[in-house]
C-alpha cells in the first residue's frame, strides 16, 4: 500500500501519524533508544530497531580518522537501520561542543566561557555554522549543544562549558543554535527546525539548573527556590526553544532534591506543557541508571521514572533486556509521544530523504576559513585585567621589533593545554601532535620582527632569568579536564605556575596569560605582573593571542564571570549583596588594535 510516511510532499505530522500507526510496540521501544558506536553494530541495529547512535567524547572509529572513515562507518550503521521492515534511519549524535572536537583536524573553537567574554552573540551563530559543516564532513547531522548552563559556582568541573554567570550572557549565546539548525521560520516557534543536510540538529543541556550545584560540585543537587530557578537558570531554555532547538538532554544534577531524569513537574507539565517544547527529550549518558543512589541498582524502576518523567530517547551503555514498555506501567500514549517527538526531528531534518553522509562535504573539515573564525573568536575571548603598573606605564601591546624576549610556561607550547578538555579525547591531553593548530609559542614567533630573538624555557632556571630581555610572556594556567574530574574546591593556579611567574616577572617586565577553564586565585601574584591577561581555552588557533598581544588587534573581551580574591568567597556572582571581587563580572581593559 501506498506508505504516505515516506512521501516528503506530505506534511510532518501526516508522515509521523502514517509512520506510528503501523509501528510495533519493540520498534517504538527501539525507536526510543540510543547505543553507543562500539556496541552498534549494522546487526544490532536491525535486530533492536534502535532510533540513535552516540559517540560518547573520544570514542572514534580509529585514531586520527578520517572525515571519510567517519562517514563510512556513519553509512554502515545507517544501512543496518533502513534494512528495518519500516526503514526508520538513526539519528547518530556526538559532542561537538567547541568545534568538531572528538575528530582529528577539526578546528577547535575556544570554549563557552571565553565565547562569554566576546559579548558577540552573531560571532557564536557563525561558529555554529562552521561546526555544523565540520559535522556533516563526518556524516553526523546532530549534536549535544549547547550547553547553556548557568555556571554560578567555578569550583564546577564544566564550568567553562558555560558562558557565564549571567543568565542574560547565556541567553543571547543560544544563537549557536541557529547557526547549527539554520534560522527557523517565524510560524516555526516551538517547533524543531534543522534548515537542510548542511545544518545539524542541536541539542540544549543539561536541564535544568546544571550550574547550581552545592559548591559546583558535578551531578549534585540545586537548592533553590523557583523563583531562582526560573529567573537564573531557566531563561536560556525560552531562548533555546523559540530559536527551535531539536531536543534538550537533562541534567544528572537534582533540583532540591529530586533527581532531574525523575522530575515529571519540570520535563513535562513545564518544559512540554507550558513551554511547548516540541522536539525531543533525551537523557544524559547512563542518566537514567543514575536516577538511583548507587546507579543501576534498580534498572526498571529507573526506566519507569525516567520515561514517565517525560524522558523521550534514553541513551544506553548497551542494549539492555528491559524495555519501558506499558508492563512497566507505562500508558501506550506515553510512548506514542516520545516515538511522535522523535519521529517529527527525524523528518523535520529531513533525515528519511538524506540519510546518509554528503561526501561532497568532506573538505569541510578544519577548513582555514573556519580557523580564522576561530582565530577571530580567540582575539575577542581575551580579557585584559590589567596592564602596566601604572595607568600611563601600559605594557601592552608589545612591540614586535624587540632584542630579546622570554617565553616561559607550561602552556606556551602546548596546543593540547590550550584546546582543554573535550578534545580528541574525553578528559583532553597535552602535547602539540594531539590535533592540528597553531600553540601560542609558533604565534608569537610567527608575529615578532624577524630581527627579535625569542627564547623559550617552560621552567626558566636562574642562568636563564640572568640573560637580558626587553620583556618576557609567561603562558600558564590548568591541565585539561572534563566532568568531575574538574571539580576543584581550591581553584589555585597549579603548580609549577605560580613559581614560574614568580622568578621570571621579578627579573623581566612580564605579562602572564592565564589558560584555564575559569577564573583561579590569582591575588597572590598580581602584584608582581606588569600585564595579566585570561585567555580562557582558546583551542587550535593560538594565533588569536599574539594578534592581540602585538596590538595587530585591540583587547576588547569582558569578564562573563566574577574574578573572586579566594575560594572561600565561593559562590560569588554579580548582583550578590556581598560582592567582593578581585575583577568585577564585566570588567576588560581595552587597548587599540590596527586593523
Ligand atoms: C556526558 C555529558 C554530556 C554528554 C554526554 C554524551 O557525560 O554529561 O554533556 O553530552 O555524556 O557524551
Redesign the pocket.
Known amino acids: 500500500d501506498y506508505a504516505k510516511y515516506k512521501d516528503p510532499k506530505q506534511p510532518v505530522s501526516v508522515r509521523v501519524k502514517d509512520l506510528l500507526s503501523r509501528m510495533t510496540l519493540a520498534e517504538k521501544i527501539g525507536q526510543m533508544t540510543q547505543i553507543e558506536r562500539e556496541n552498534a553494530t549494522a546487526d544490532a541495529l536491525a535486530k533492536y530497531f534502535i532510533g540513535s547512535v552516540?559517540?560518547?567524547?573520544g570514542s572514534v572509529p580509529a585514531p586520527q580518522a578520517s572525515a571519510e572513515a567517519w562517514a563510512s562507518m556513519v553509512n554502515e550503521m545507517q544501512k543496518g537501520a533502513l534494512s528495518t521492515r519500516l526503514g526508520i534511519p538513526i539519528i547518530y549524535?556526538?559532542?561537538a561542543?567547541h568545534g568538531h572536537n572528538n575528530v582529528y583536524k577539526a578546528t577547535i573553537f575556544p570554549h563557552n566561557v571565553g565565547l562569554g567574554a566576546t559579548r558577540d552573540p552573531m560571532l557564536v551563530k557563525r561558529i555554529g555554522e562552521a561546526t555544523a559543516l565540520e559535522v556533516r564532513a563526518t556524516g553526523i547531522p546532530y549534536v549535544?549543544a549547547p550547553?547553556v548552563a548557568v555556571c554560578r559556582d567555578p569550583r564546577w568541573g564544566?564550568c567553562y562549558?558555560s558562558y557565564s554567570e549571567d543568565p542574560a550572557v547565556v541567553q543571547s549565546m543560544t544563537s549557536l543554535i541557529s547557526g547549527l539548525q539554520g534560522d527557523a521560520p517565524a510560524n516555526f516557534v516551538g517547533r524543531p527546525y534543522v534548515g537542510g543536510s548542511k545544518k545539524v540538529a542541536a541539542?540544549a543541556?543539561?536541564y535544568v539548573g546544571d550550574g547550581g550545584t552545592f559548591m559546583g560540585i558535578n551531578e549534585n543537587n540545586t537548592i533553590i527556590d523557583t523563583h531562582g530557578l526560573m529567573t537564573i537558570h531557566m531563561p536560556p531554555y525560552y531562548n533555546a526553544i523559540i530559536r527551535g532547538v531539536s531536543t534538550v538532554?537533562v541534567s544528572?544534577s537534582s533540583w532540591n532534591g529530586v533527581k532531574m531524569h525523575a522530575n515529571h513537574f519540570l520535563v513535562t507539565d513545564f518544559l512540554k506543557n507550558k513551554l511547548k517544547f516540541r522536539g525531543f527529550v533525551i537523557s544524559?549518558?547512563?542518566?537514567i541508571d543514575r536516577i538511583t543512589t548507587p546507579p543501576h541498582a534498580n534498572y526498571s524502576y529507573s526506566i519507569e521514572a525516567g520515561v514517565g518523567a517525560g524522558i523521550d530517547m534514553i541513551?544506553r551503555i548497551h542494549r539492555r533486556s528491559h524495555c519501558p514498555s506499558s508492563e512497566q506501567g507505562h500508558p501506550m500514549s506515553r510512548i506514542d509521544d516520545a516515538v511522535y517527538r522523535i519521529l517529527r526531528v527525524k523528518f523535520t531534518m529531513g533525515l528519511f530523504e538524506n540519510p546518509y553522509a554528503d561526501a561532497s562535504l568532506a573538505g569541510e573539515l578544519g577548513k582555514q576559513e573556519h580557523r580564522e573564525l576561530a582565530r577571530e573568536a580567540v582575539r575577542k575571548s581575551l580579557v585584559l585585567l590589567k596592564n602596566g603598573k601604572s595607568s600611563y606605564s601600559p605594557l601592552l601591546p608589545l612591540p614586535k621589533k624587540a632584542g630579546k624576549i622570554l617565553v616561559a610556561g607550561s602552556h606556551a607550547d602546548n596546543l593540547g593545554f590550550q584546546c582543554g578538555g573535550w578534545t580528541i579525547t574525553?578528559q583532553g591531553q597535552g602535547g602539540n601532535d594531539v590535533t592540528a593548530g597553531t600553540t601560542i609559542l609558533s604565534a608569537i614567533k610567527a608575529t615578532v620582527d624577524p630581527s627579535t630573538t625569542v627564547v623559550y624555557s617552560e621552567s626558566p632556571e636562574s642562568t636563564v632569568l640572568g640573560d637580558k630581555y626587553d620583556y618576557a610572556i609567561v603562558v600558564v594556567g590548568e591541565p585539561p579536564y572534563a566532568?568531575t574530574f574538574g571539580d576543584n574546591l581550591n581553584l589555585t593556579i597549579p603548580a609549577p605556575g605560580p613559581s614560574v611567574i614568580q622568578s621570571v616577572c621579578k627579573s623581566v617586565k612580564c605579562v602572564v596569560v592565564l589558560i584555564s577553564g575559569r577564573p583561579l586565585v590569582v591575588e597572590p601574584y598580581i602584584g608582581a605582573m606588569d600585564a595579566f591577561v585570561a585567555a580562557w581555552l582558546p583551542g587550535s588557533e593560538g594565533q588569536g593571542v599574539a594578534d592581540v598581544l602585538f596590538g595587530d588587534y585591540g583587547f576588547s573581551g569582558k569578564l562573563s564571570r566574577t574574578w573572586f580574591k579566594s575560594a572561600d568567597q565561593l559562590p560569588m556572582n554579580v548582583g550578590d549583596k556581598h560582592y567582593d571581587p578581585l575583577f568585577p563580572f564585566g570588567f576588560g581593559l581595552t587597548t587599540k588594535g590596527k586593523m
Open positions: 552516540l559517540s560518547g567524547g549524535g556526538i559532542d561542543v549535544f550547553c564544566r562549558e541539542c543541556k543539561h538532554m544528572y544524559d549518558w547512563e542518566g541513551h574525553w566532568e
